[in-house]
């Protein structure tokens, strides 16, 4: 699938789902990763991650672009376009699109690490718990405002 093709799907999917015509462009993304597509608020137009089109097929492509005009249309409009907006979602329920994309098969799912860092005042031995690290030159203890040392770091697996 072209840009041309693109834009043909988005025009046939908004006259189909929603009795109203998509005016602005539509086009792939190359360098969108997380997301299957966006809408741009100052532009109106559509961008769409083609690799979901191209790992999880049509089907997944047509929810992307359902959701995304919806965006669309509710902000022309001057609805509430946004994720938490309630009629967002009544709008997305209506021409059942997705709130959400599907995983794509070839992203590596981040794994956080489980350590925890153990963290104590040198003056009151108050001990803070730390899932990420504090830069210890420029952070002190919130009980006496004295020095925090690392005292070690466990990792659970």
Request: aromatic share 8%; with cysteine; charged share 30%.
């Amino acid at each position: 699938m072209d840009q041309q093709e693109l834009q043909l799907l988005v025009e046939k999917i908004s006259v189909e789902s929603f009795g109203k015509p998509f005016r602005h462009q539509a086009s792939f993304n190359p360098r969108l990763r997380s997301t299957g597509g966006r809408y741009l608020l100052g532009t109106h137009n559509i961008e769409i991650n083609k690799k979901y089109y191209e790992q999880l097929g049509e089907k997944e492509l047509v929810g992307i672009i359902k959701h995304e005009l919806c965006h669309y249309h509710l902000h022309l409009e001057g609805k509430g376009y946004q994720h938490r907006d309630q009629e967002f979602k009544r709008l997305l329920k209506k021409v059942e699109a997705p709130r959400f994309c599907a995983q794509l098969p070839d992203r590596k799912v981040k794994r956080s690490s489980k350590k925890i860092l153990l963290y104590q005042c040198t003056k009151c031995q108050q001990s803070y718990r730390r899932k990420r690290s504090i830069d210890t030159s420029r952070f002190v203890c919130g009980k006496c405002r004295g020095t925090l040392t690392k005292i070690k770091e466990i990792i659970t697996e």
